[in-house]
């Protein structure tokens, strides 16, 4: 008897003990199998369902995503696409010209006189000069006194005597092939060299670049004082490498200008002080650095959100159901917004048939936040933090949904970092941030970037008052 109970004792250990062990086991697999879903998820993401930039997008990843079979347009022109073709320059503007003449008339074969027809078939044909530097040599020449002998020569006049050897659009066509071009100092060099035959080292480079930074420096002061009173201005981020060091580079873009700035982090602290008075509505996306800013004075953007959300519709069970659920609306949002800039839509009607996708919408986002499911509840309790930023462009015209100004702005550095792998020094992050700015801020101005650039740096070499970023176009 005694052995009958031991034996079902240990029997009954040995269950419990499996038990356990399959207890353990199945908790092993249910962490493992998360751990598979959050891998999966990661490795499926890119720029159209996450933060990550389109450059991150390995080659035909974006392509890969679409199916060809539904709503794939051919290269090309487009059914309906209005041609372009080169227009003709004003004869003022023709440097030479070529005429032929009929020798004889085509219906009796006599001679014909050699006269103009003011509706003659004209034919163009544009090229480039050859190019030859223009040196300038100034010379200080010692003259004998005639009288005692001495040697006298003439004073060294800085008001006459250029400092640098370098003249003012010469330093400007530097600055445009490094800092807007985004071309190497080498490659800099022998373009210089191939292109215009000045010859010049990789030091002289990086001095002219100096040089051209401090003529740009009161343009650049114009662009923030335009930024810093526009009524909606967009900001982005990114980041950017100075001797190897990750640093932070931001951007503050209106209708009218854009600013560049490097600082070391992309911290509150340290982005609060760029952004001046914190006038008008600030777009962007919903960085928490950014949140010194008033929640109802700021419009979040609908493109990150759909990315995000696309990344929600992509996972399985109720992640995906809620995910798609709010790209519907959000599909709506967007239909509404381009039937109203379109005309299809009045004021009030726009206003009125968003109301009710913008409580649809912030229900699903609830409905989200309370699901407790993992990478996706706490993302929409962070949106529903942004309520109020979610729907100014609803109330506001001059407001967009999305931040796509500030990312185009910004797409040219984030090129530019790819390339270089960042700046040197400080000086050198200070010239690209002047140079960018003042070339963004003038193409927006419709001046040519070249001309401004050359008249920044003649202005400063002749110590006269320093060209306007926002003055008229001369026609």
């Not at 499926?44 to 679409?66: T, Y």
């Not at 209708?255 to 340290?270: E, H």
Request: proline share 5%.
């Amino acid at each position: 008897m005694a052995a009958r109970e031991a034996r079902i004792a240990a029997l009954e250990a040995e269950g419990e003990a499996k038990d356990a062990r399959i207890a353990a086991l199945e908790q092993q697999v249910a962490k493992l199998t998360a751990q598979v879903a959050e891998l999966l998820e990661r490795l499926g993401r890119h720029s159209g369902n996450s933060h990550l930039p389109p450059s991150s997008d390995p080659p035909g990843a974006r392509s890969g995503r679409k199916d060809k079979s539904k709503g794939m347009r051919k290269r090309g022109a487009q059914r309906g696409h209005r041609g372009t073709r080169r227009t003709l320059v004003t004869e003022d503007q023709v440097d030479d010209f070529v005429d032929f003449y009929p020798p004889e008339c085509e219906s009796c074969w006599q001679s014909l006189p050699r006269l103009p027809d003011p509706r003659a078939k004209r034919y163009q044909q544009i090229e480039l000069p050859r190019v030859k530097p223009h040196v300038t040599e100034y010379r200080r020449h010692a003259v004998r006194c005639p009288c005692c002998g001495y040697r006298t020569r003439a004073t060294y006049d800085e008001e006459q005597i250029p400092s640098s050897p370098f003249g003012p659009r010469l330093m400007a066509t530097i600055a445009f092939l490094t800092g807007v071009l985004h071309l190497s100092r080498r490659t800099t060099v022998a373009a210089l060299s191939d292109l215009f035959g000045v010859e010049i080292s990789l030091g002289a480079v990086s001095a002219v670049e100096a040089r051209a930074s401090d003529a740009l420096a009161p343009a650049v002061n114009e662009a923030w004082e335009k930024v810093g009173t526009a009524t909606v201005k967009h900001t982005d981020g990114t980041s950017w490498l100075t001797v190897g060091v990750a640093c932070s580079l931001w951007t503050l873009a209106t209708v009218t200008a854009t600013v560049f700035k490097i600082v070391a982090d992309g911290s509150k602290k340290t982005l609060e002080p760029l952004y001046g008075a914190l006038r008008g509505i600030l777009v962007s996306d919903r960085a928490k650095a950014l949140n010194f800013w008033a929640m109802e004075r700021r419009q979040i953007c609908w493109a990150h959100l759909v990315r995000k959300f696309v990344s929600f519709s992509e996972r399985d069970g109720p992640a995906g159901a809620l995910g798609r659920e709010l790209l519907d609306y959000t599909g709506l949002l967007f239909e509404y917004r381009h039937d109203y800039k379109a005309g299809k839509l009045s004021r009030a009607q726009f206003t009125a048939w968003m109301a009710p996708v913008r409580a649809q919408m912030e229900a699903i986002l609830h409905r989200a936040a309370r699901a407790d499911i993992a990478r996706l509840s706490g993302s929409c309790e962070d949106i529903l933090a942004h309520k109020d930023a979610l729907w100014t462009f609803v109330e506001r015209d001059d407001v967009e949904p999305t931040n796509n100004h500030a990312e185009r702005e910004l797409r040219a550095f984030v090129l530019w970092r790819k390339r270089s792998f960042g700046t040197q020094s400080d000086r050198g992050n200070l010239f690209a941030e002047r140079v960018m700015t003042v070339a963004h801020t003038a193409r927006k101005q419709n001046k040519n970037v070249l001309t401004f650039l050359a008249a920044c740096c003649e202005a400063k070499l002749a110590r006269t008052a320093a060209p306007s970023l926002f003055a008229p176009v001369a026609l």
